[in-house]
């Protein structure tokens, strides 16, 4: 026992002195470590694991792939890497990822992370380790207000742009009563906020809103209280994702809603959702997307590509992913460093059109990314020509009126 | 005090000791010095634990609520008064000692695993507090950002960091050990070999339990409060029942009744969790599982409990006294 311990205790010192040679780089050096480190930080066992998860890492070495074939010998770093880690939704576990990442890992971004308090978490490390964050995966407005910073951006969507999509375009469609449900933590609570308020401002009421336990599967006393509820609402908004989404919606299905006058309305709706369900459970459902792989000839190219690689297409998620890397790839390229502060100021106030973000510009005073985002509607099976061709885009609406007007004046980067 | 225990002990506790500081100190060389930290902080979390369930005979199934309420607490402290973190430790481990003393009065009556399941109880009734109460916990988002201020020292570096929280939780090691080691142990390990017995003593003994309890919530409260503010953090995660059913699993991996067996299991959890998670192995839950029942089925004493016992059973005959601080029948009637 004894004699373990001191072999162990001298193994451990070689270690020690094994590592200590190679001390951080210099400070000057264009390229930290020698080489780009891009690191994706998602669910990958939960409930999200299917709307980004491992496959978003496929879309970011995409990403990287496109722009080395792109510049060639003339990239600014001749090695780049795509590290990745399952933060499992939880933000200690983000928190301790993401410092790691950081680290010992070397990486220089780190990409996706969705569930917004897993976010939050992130993007305080981001902002103590002056490392640059770009969050795609999580929904709160909080991240380009309260929670920002210098080193943190926001790409692809947010809760205003989910409600102001849906809330208001389906109030000015005449659903002017609504019903909303919504799971009980912050991001419910937050879409419910929001969702109240686009819907006011689009003229509509909401008779009632009710918050449901999270996880849950059984919805059933909030279903069938929507077509007694005085006035009738002529939708439900149903501020679930994941797996409650998928509950939901099949048991209104099972209560025959649609046909008693009461609509959906989904808050945050994944292609990977529909692909689970079946498009006929979801079919004449709205909601609003950033992106659809088969809305045009640019989106369809990338997600043959994509399917390809991995045969299945690709969510909104994933698409924003490997924008977001090919962007960071593209600023680190301008500014020819990898330094935090220098790609900061690439990114800031840049325009950009890829077959992701179109019209698009990283707002330089929140960090906001500003495109164009989808109002779309499920489509029955009988009009699914192909496989998760499950989707129709009813309107673009363009970037100036998609997101928050306004940088919100709580942040300051 | 140390010294005369030492003596009385000989060379090995000598020498334990000393590889046991010296393990302490050169941890944040050897791995990754957060993790070192987390597995400071989870050493001296099994500690309490264990000061309960090896010492008293109680097995707590609610200790989430004190190391996670404490990690609130210090968090509030650090975030709303800028105080340096050892007055924010220290208020988080008071809260918790004043948090555990009505659970406890309530708890102590019962025994077994009615007592598991009343503890158990009270954290989900904290847990979901946290939750709710948003305005001061964060929700889910929990708390963020707590500073790690120390008289303008920078302490950003988790390296260093781990230096300036070793000491809380050595401290804390140490007043387990002086617990376990004073009169009020030994009562305490006559209450869990024989409450009956020990009545008829006359001691009170639901008051000695409550003691107990109150002080191994108070250790709970410091590892919680170190861990925080290494972290920068404190969520729900922390106050949720898994995180009380990880440090139980952390002592009987370790050995129920060692005190030290506790790090053992802490280090292995930690690093293990670390080393699978880093390579990209998601169901964690499979091996942590495998090496329990493996422990379990085959050193029923824990890792440093069976390596004692060889130890105690190939020397010659121990002191009287170490016979009475380490019951062989320890193991055998933990609850």
């Known amino acids: 026992m004894r004699v373990t311990g001191w072999g162990g205790c001298l193994a451990a010192t070689g270690l020690l002195l094994a590592g200590c040679g190679g001390g951080p780089g210099g400070g000057d050096e264009k390229i930290s470590d020698g080489k780009v480190v891009l690191a994706v930080l998602n669910d990958q066992s939960g409930i999200y694991a299917d709307t980004s998860g491992r496959q978003t890492i496929e879309a970011v070495k995409m990403a990287v792939t496109d722009f080395q074939a792109k510049y060639g010998d003339k990239a600014a770093s001749k090695t780049i890497e795509v590290k990745d880690a399952d933060h499992q939704n939880k933000p200690e576990i983000a928190n301790s990822k993401a410092q790691e990442l950081y680290d010992r890992q070397q990486a220089d971004v780190i990409l996706d992370v969705p569930t917004s308090s897993a976010a939050f978490a992130v993007a305080t490390i981001a ?15 909080e991240l380009e207000g309260k929670q920002c910073n210098k080193y943190t951006f926001h790409y692809g969507y947010n809760s205003y742009m989910l409600a102001h999509g849906t809330g208001a375009e389906v109030t000015k469609d005449g659903s002017k009563n609504w019903y909303i449900v919504y799971p009980d933590y912050a991001f419910g609570q937050d879409m419910q906020k929001t969702f109240s308020a686009a819907i006011k401002e689009a003229g509509g009421t909401v008779v009632a809103s009710d918050p449901t336990p999270f996880p849950n599967d059984n919805f059933s006393t909030f279903l069938l209280k929507a077509p007694n509820l005085d006035p009738k609402p002529q939708v439900i908004g149903t501020m679930q994702a994941g797996g409650d989404l998928v509950n939901l919606v099949k048991q209104y299905n099972e209560y025959k809603l649609r046909d008693k006058g009461v609509g959906l309305a989904v808050g945050l709706l994944a292609l990977s959702d529909i692909h689970s369900l079946g498009s006929d459970a979801l079919a004449g459902t709205r909601y609003t997307d950033m992106w659809y792989w088969n809305a045009d000839e640019k989106s369809r190219a990338w997600a043959d590509k994509f399917h390809a690689k991995t045969g299945k297409r690709p969510t909104a998620n994933m698409a924003a992913n490997y924008s977001a890397a090919l962007q960071y790839l593209e ?7 990898d330094n935090s502060d220098e790609v900061v100021k690439q990114l800031e106030g840049h325009k950009i059109e890829d077959m992701f973000a179109r019209n698009a510009t990283i707002r330089a005073q929140d960090h906001l990314l500003l495109h164009d985002a989808y109002l779309s509607e499920v489509k029955p099976s009988s009009e699914v020509k192909e496989p998760y061709d499950y989707v129709k885009v009813l309107k673009t609406i363009p970037a100036s009126e998609a997101f928050q007007p306004r940088p919100d004046p709580a942040c300051r980067l | 005090m140390i010294l005369t225990r030492l003596a009385r002990s000989g060379r090995g506790g000598w020498l334990l000791l000393v590889a046991g500081l010296v393990a302490a100190f050169a941890l944040p060389w050897l791995i990754y010095p957060p993790v070192a930290l987390d597995i400071a902080c989870w050493a001296l979390f099994a500690a309490s634990v264990d000061l309960l369930l090896g010492f008293t005979g109680l097995l707590s199934f609610g200790h989430a609520a004190f190391w996670g309420g404490s990690a609130y607490c210090t968090g509030l402290i650090a975030l709303h008064t800028g105080m340096p973190f050892p007055v924010a430790i220290a208020g988080g481990a008071v809260f918790t000692a004043l948090l555990a003393l009505p659970i406890g009065f309530l708890s102590v009556r019962l025994s077994g695993i009615y007592f598991a399941m009343v503890t158990l109880a009270f954290a989900q009734m904290i847990y979901f507090v946290a939750n709710q109460w948003r305005d001061v916990t964060g929700g889910e988002n929990g708390l963020q950002g707590i500073p790690r201020e120390l008289f303008g020292l920078d302490l950003s570096d988790s390296f260093f960091f781990y230096y300036a929280g070793l000491p809380f939780v050595l401290a804390g090691l140490f007043a ?5 080691r004073s009169p009020f142990g030994r009562v305490l390990v006559s209450i869990r070999a024989n409450p009956d017995r020990a009545r008829a003593l006359g001691y009170p003994v639901d008051r000695y339990k409550l003691q107990a309890f109150v002080l191994s919530a108070a250790l709970a409260g410091t590892a919680g409060g170190v861990f925080s503010v290494g972290h920068g953090f404190a969520s729900l995660e922390g106050v949720y029942w898994t995180t009380s059913g990880q440090a139980v699993m952390m002592v009987i991996l370790g050995g129920i009744g060692t005190l030290w067996g506790g790090a053992i299991g802490a280090a292995l959890i930690v690093q293990l969790q670390d080393f699978l998670a880093t390579a990209g192995f998601a ?34 005959p121990a002191t009287p006294a170490d016979v009475a601080a380490e019951p062989k029948k320890s193991v055998d009637t933990p609850v």
Not at chain 2, 176 to 180: D, E, F, H, T
Not at chain 2, 285 to 305: A, D, N
């Open chain 1, 127 to 141: 902002k103590n380790k002056k490392k640059v964050f770009i969050d795609v995966g999580a929904a709160s407005t």
């Open chain 1, 331 to 337: 600023a680190v390229q301008r500014g020819g460093t």
């Open chain 2, 176 to 180: 387990a050990w002086r617990i376990v």
């Open chain 2, 283 to 316: 169901e964690t839950g499979i091996i942590t599982g495998t090496i329990f029942i493996v422990v379990v089925l085959l050193f029923r004493r824990g890792i440093w409990g069976t390596a004692r016992h060889l130890l105690i059973t190939r020397r010659t």
